[in-house]
């Protein structure tokens, strides 16, 4: 196919296959002005710094500023930022993306002193504030989770030092992300034709899906040789970016990293203990799955670029970008025909940046600012996971939406924690459709597989990733120094515990950790397996309770972050502060593994 050959350049893009980034900025020099009037406005909210406390329509005044000034910035970065993944190796949108990050950090050491000001207001002259001045009932949530974090936050000098050191501390996730996506090449290999395809981030886990197991070794083996060879490079860099979270969690007043991650969404740390704690007491599952995959490959020796190998092999389903669209609406009809609407908005105004090009950034994302309706970056290759990224991120920008409608700016956003769960639930939903809209056999085998591969790749890899996060983090803590080689020798030895004894633990797998461009975002990834799990059930409510459960899901996709994630999945109907959900999961993901060797059996 022609999309395995040499990639196009971002201009020969075609516009349709493209996101409207001039519904944000029409132009640069739109967004210059913009980004000026930042840089003019931060003077007036440094006027308020000393008098917060003075009065309720100073404190109004201000947290209003500070709204305004964060709405312009997030546009300012949403779409320097933007516009440099379009093709990382452009130097006029690098020095955007560069002079964005750099006001942000400016911004953010502006408006430190707020918080630390906030909290000397005594909480009686705040309960007057609030009656002097109706309109801070706004704010009510606001600051009584600020109060919430007091022990952490420190003086305005110090908050201020600390907001000024957040360019630094960015240091080793920026490196990383240049070495990433616009420095490492990986090599060339033969493809199943005897073609010469070289290995991308985009193309890797289609060529570890290839039938020919020729073809996935030397990609598995590619990729991850051009990795080893700068194993020390790269190491430093892991390293130091957890160094930077000890300093900052030290520095915070916070017990660990991992404390200091979750509070800020009010998370317990037992969430995240307990979800590692259940996927080990279940690894018995994870364990015949791999021995059900050794099995139907029949093979000898099942290694891990067998991972991905097909288990059904004379089902092709290669889907045109198209046609994916068209699969996901109809998936997704159960969420009703106001969420089909905005999908079909969506669709139909380019929030969609399709196809990889020459140095796009890797991988899929949602993202936007709050006015401009959202946007999806894929790199969409044809194949069936493709078909699911789409549904998946298009989970994101529709929760985006729906919150930026309902949400005052405040609010809008919404914590990481949530953010996967309306995603999830979109796969969830889609892959019901698709199973009950197949008569063939076969095709129902491909499909179940591909739900348990989304199993074994959200709730058992992802909780995987966690764990080595919160090794590496301890050791750290601990005084400890993270080398190239404790860093392969501990996830040398999860992979061996999470997929046990009938799976070749190749050396090559050691290097993994070194291509998880989320472990620069410390215990980001944990979010995946508890937001997979908490769509599971939530998924199952719509399908089998219909418009009741589908009102509560919109109303928690317009919640934004007016409450925190833990409660507004408590509304929704799901409960993540106990291990049922995950327990939940992994129930269906046992009945899905036996109707997988009852459909092969026959």
């Known amino acids: 196919m022609s999309n395995k050959k040499k990639l196009i350049k971002r201009s020969e893009q075609e516009k349709k296959n493209t996101w409207a980034i001039e519904d944000l900025y029409a132009s640069d020099d739109m967004w210059q002005k ?10 007036k909210a440094l006027e308020y710094q000393g008098r917060l406390g003075k009065s309720a329509e100073l404190l109004y005044g201000f947290l209003q500023l500070s709204d305004e000034i964060s709405k312009l910035l997030e546009r300012v970065y949403v779409y320097a930022n933007q516009k440099y993944h379009e093709d990382t190796n452009n130097p006029i949108y690098q020095d955007l993306s ?29 309960s007057q504030f609030r009656i002097d001045k109706a309109d801070l009932k706004l704010y009510n949530f606001y600051i009584n989770d600020i109060l919430r974090q007091k022990p952490h936050i420190l003086s305005g000098e110090m908050e201020e030092l600390l907001a000024d050191a957040g360019e630094m501390a960015d240091g080793p996730s920026n490196i990383y992300s240049m070495f990433n996506n616009a420095d490492i090449r990986f090599p060339e290999i033969k493809d199943e034709e005897g073609d010469d395809v070289q290995i991308t981030h985009g193309r890797y886990i289609r060529l570890l899906e290839s039938e020919d197991r020729r073809v996935r070794k030397d990609a598995f083996q590619g990729l991850y040789k051009t990795y080893n060879g700068f194993r020390n490079t790269l190491a430093a860099s892991f390293s130091s970016n957890v160094k930077q979270e000890v300093f900052f969690a030290k520095a915070r007043k916070y017990s660990s990293t991992l404390e200091k991650a979750l509070d800020g969404g009010n998370i317990p740390v037992d969430v995240y203990t307990n979800l590692i704690s259940a996927v080990h007491d279940n690894m018995d599952l994870m364990y015949r799955y791999v021995k059900l995959r050794k099995k139907l490959l029949g093979l000898e020796e099942l290694h891990m670029y067998d991972m991905y ?6 089902v092709k389903m290669e889907v045109p970008f198209e046609e994916a669209k068209k699969i996901v609406a109809k998936g997704l009809e159960a969420l009703g025909e106001d969420y089909a609407k905005v999908l079909k908005e969506g669709y139909d105004n380019r929030w969609i940046d399709v196809y990889e090009n020459e140095n796009k950034r890797s991988g899929a994302y949602s993202w936007g600012a709050y006015g ?21 991120e298009m989970g994101h920008a529709i929760h985006s939406y729906y919150s930026d409608e309902t949400q005052p700016y405040v609010y809008a956003g919404y914590r990481i924690f949530v953010a996967e769960v309306a995603s999830t639930c979109n796969e969830s939903l889609l892959i019901d459709y698709m199973l009950k809209n197949t008569k063939d056999k076969k095709e129902k085998a491909y499909l179940i597989n591909h739900f348990l591969v989304k199993f074994k790749g959200t709730l058992f890899r992802q909780t995987m990733f966690a764990e080595f996060e919160m090794i590496t983090h301890r050791m750290v803590e601990q005084g400890e120094s993270l080398t190239a080689d404790n860093l392969c020798k501990i996830y040398h030895d999860l992979n061996k515990l999470y997929f046990g004894d009938d799976v070749v633990i190749d050396s090559e797998i050691d290097m993994e950790w070194a291509r998880i461009p989320h472990f620069y975002n410390a215990f980001y990834v944990y979010q995946y397996a508890t937001g997979y799990s908490a769509a599971i059930a939530l998924s199952r409510r719509i399908l089998n309770e219909g418009k009741p459960a589908v009102d509560d899901y919109i109303n928690f996709l317009s919640s934004g972050s007016s409450d925190y994630p833990i409660e507004l999945l408590k509304k929704a109907g799901v409960d993540m502060s106990t291990k049922e959900p995950v327990n939940q999961a992994l129930k269906l993901f046992s009945e899905l593994l036996d109707q997988m060797e009852e459909l092969m059996e026959e």
């Not at 502006?110 to 002259?125: H, K, R, V």
């Not at 190998?309 to 004379?314: H, N």
């Not at 999806?376 to 789409?390: A, C, E, P, Q, S």
């Open 34 to 43: 913009e980004y000026n009037q930042i840089n003019q406005m931060l003077p």
């Open 98 to 126: 560069n002079k964005a990050n750099a006001l942000a950090v400016q911004v953010n050491s502006a408006l430190s002193f707020a918080t630390p000001e906030i909290l000397s207001i005594p909480e009686e002259t705040i």
């Open 372 to 392: 401009t309706h959202p946007y999806v970056l894929l790199n969409y290759n044809d194949t069936l996971d493709n078909v699911f990224t789409l549904a998946h």
């Open 309 to 314: 190998a097909p288990l059904v092999s004379d």
